[in-house]
């Protein structure tokens, strides 16, 4: 059995299938759905159903999200797994791609930036908190898909312990060149945390994928 495999999902907000879009967030590194979720009652959008995956001992992979990719196997290869997984069961619910959000903080964040790259495709939108694309320097990310339009978001610390400011660029680099409409900011001396003003935009993107 892969690490994350039959690990439960949490839910909040409206039932999966009564809503008109979902959101798909995963926490970070040492932490549980609980955590994440309480970013949804900030978002105030209650009509959504909010999917919380669970990681098996709390963690998605072992090691900083820029060390070789072999070292944080098989835990990676299971994370992405999960999330293929939870796309397939909203779709399969009736809720296309394009009314999916994929919202993470952290080592959730770098997840959903590696799992998004790799199956590019028209989102409801990508929200990235602290973080960036999975691999050591001078990794090069590549696609066989496209964004098409979907907003996706990049906020991180200009001195983030966790995460360096020139991957969260080149991590913006990658989307935009998938097709991706990018918005990318970084706040001087914020710490490793979500501000009101990325949840605030978060909030927009909702609202969008929403109507």
Do not use: K
Request: proline share 7%; aromatic share 8%; hydrophobic share 45%.
């Amino acid at each position: 059995m892969l690490p994350h495999e039959g690990q439960p999902v949490v839910e909040a907000g409206s039932p999966l299938g009564q809503a008109p879009g979902a959101v798909i967030m995963v926490h970070g590194r040492n932490a549980a759905p609980e955590n994440i979720l309480d970013l949804a009652t900030r978002f105030n959008r209650p009509q959504l159903t909010y999917l919380a995956p669970a990681a098996a001992g709390g963690t998605w992979y072992p090691f900083s999200f820029m060390a070789d990719v072999a070292t944080n196997e098989p835990g990676l290869s299971s994370a992405l797994d999960v999330l293929a997984g939870l796309v397939q069961r909203i779709e399969a619910a009736g809720i296309p791609w394009s009314r999916i959000v994929l919202m993470r903080f952290s080592q959730g964040a770098c997840l959903t930036a590696e799992f998004t790259i790799r199956h590019a495709s028209r989102f409801g939108g990508v929200i990235i908190f602290s973080g960036g694309a999975i691999g050591p320097p001078g990794t090069t990310w590549h696609s066989t898909g496209r964004f098409d339009g979907t907003p996706v978001f990049l906020g991180c610390s200009d001195r983030d312990a966790h995460v360096p400011e020139l991957r969260v660029l080149e991590t913006a680099d990658v989307f935009t060149r998938l097709g991706a409409v990018v918005t990318t900011r970084i706040y001087p001396g914020m710490g490793h945390l979500v501000n009101d003003d990325e949840i605030e935009f978060a909030q927009g993107v909702l609202d969008a994928m929403a109507r």
